[in-house]
T-cell receptor, first 114, second 116 residues
């Protein structure tokens, strides 16, 4: 149990376009999901906390207008990278809360902006 | 703000050697502690967690940690590693007493290479 999926696993887009990444909890409901960014050979940096039915809470330094988060249901959160630029190229990982403090992670999405 | 630091960026071992990865955190209140593993090309998986109780915690795949509160540490140990333990290991904490208690703060990660 506690499976989290992400789609797509890899995406290449042109500079200036927008990309949507989906995060789904497959076998449990998650009122809270998290979005992370992982740079090569570095740790995970929390970008935002996504709460079902309410606005996301962004970490300091993360542009909310650039990284749009929608948590429309208890099993789905989406991250849209708007007007993507090469510096947005990264590995984006989501996690879903199960229980009080445990997070289960998705497999990640590799975004490359050309 | 809480922070988490991992002592080693890279560790190279031979099979059957013992492994110990250091992790320290800075936060004065109650914390929950986690170790995650990321195998090449795979997603993060939970190795073990500590919320309360016995500070010696046994996780999956033979891993264990000992929470030493006085030292703010919870090192990851495995008595005898296998080639399949080659992965990146992350420690993380959250602070349940805080308003943002669900948020995890990760250490920088340690890449472990086990040579056959």
């Amino acid at each position: 149990g506690a499976v989290v999926s992400q789609h797509p696993s890899r995406v290449i887009c042109k500079s200036g376009t927008s990309v949507k990444i989906e995060c789904r909890s497959l076998d449990f409901q998650a009122t809270t999901m998290f979005w992370y960014r992982q740079f090569p050979k570095q740790s995970l940096m929390l970008m935002a906390t996504s709460n079902e039915g309410s606005k996301a809470t962004y970490e300091q330094g993360v542009e909310k207008d650039k990284f749009l988060i929608n948590h429309a249901s208890l099993t789905l959160s989406t991250l849209t990278v708007t007007s993507a630029h090469p510096e947005d190229s990264s590995f984006y990982i989501c996690s879903a809360m199960r229980g009080t403090y445990e997070q289960y992670f998705g497999p990640g999405t590799r975004l490359t902006v050309t | 703000a809480q922070s988490v630091s991992q002592h080693n960026h890279h560790v190279i071992l031979s099979e059957a050697a013992s492994l110990e990865l250091g992790c320290n955190y800075s936060y004065g209140g109650t914390v929950n502690l986690f170790w995650y593993v990321q195998y090449p090309g795979q997603h993060l998986q939970l190795l073990l967690k500590y919320f309360s109780g016995d500070p010696l915690v046994k996780g999956i795949k033979g891993f264990e940690t000992e929470f030493i509160k006085s030292k703010f540490s919870f090192n990851l140990r495995k008595p005898s590693v296998q080639w399949s333990d080659t992965a990146e290991y992350f420690c993380a904490v959250n602070a349940p007493g805080k308003a943002a208690g669900n948020k995890l703060t990760f250490g920088g990660g340690t890449r472990v290479l086990v040579k056959p």
